[in-house]
């Protein structure tokens, strides 16, 4: 995760899948709508990534939902269509004055996790932030800390591409 420690958003290329093996490939990305000055920046980093590494733009397939809950129903939709290499959540859950923030948080980390257990092909990559304040947010989509969308693609890529 980018923090101020470290800032994922910068990878080596070379240690990327080539092009001519992603360029065949199709991805889907389930995007939130509910704090969208933040997902849909991340949204745009994780879409710049996938075609800068090779990915055709016409084989990205964008979902936009509701709120970060509805990402688990909307990866697991998209990988029963078994035509998807891999999928990435978008989602930003602002700590408030109520438990709600734990357990939004706490349900889509364990539906995702839930997804990706029960996935033989199609690995579903969590790019959803928790933070405490809406700065933090800001911070990890576009800020200080990189573009926490550019590093689900990377991450998207990478685990399609394992070959065993």
């Known amino acids: 995760m ?11 290329a070379e240690l ?9 490939q199709s991805y889907a990305i389930a995007v939130a709508d509910w704090n969208p000055q933040i997902t849909h920046t991340m949204l745009q980093g994780a879409i710049d990534t996938l075609v800068l590494v090779g990915v055709k733009p016409e ?7 509701p709120g970060t809950i509805e990402l688990t129903f909307a990866a697991n939709q998209l990988m029963s269509l078994n035509k998807y290499n891999g999928i990435i959540v978008i989602g930003c859950v602002i700590q408030g004055d109520t ?7 706490q349900s889509v980390t364990s539906g995702i996790t839930e997804l990706n257990l029960l996935a033989n092909s199609c690995p579903v990559v969590f790019g959803v932030l928790t933070t405490n304040t809406l700065q933090q947010a800001l911070d990890r989509a576009g800020g200080k800390h990189g573009n926490k969308g550019i590093e689900a693609a990377t991450t998207v890529l990478k685990m399609a591409n394992i070959v065993w």
Request: charged share 20%; net charge neutral.
């Open 59 to 65: 084989n990205i397939k964008i979902v936009h939902v």
């Open 2 to 12: 980018a923090t101020k420690y470290q800032n994922l958003s910068a990878y080596n």
């Open 99 to 105: 438990p709600h923030f734990n357990y939004v948080c």
């Open 16 to 24: 990327m899948p080539d092009k001519e093996t992603v360029s065949e």
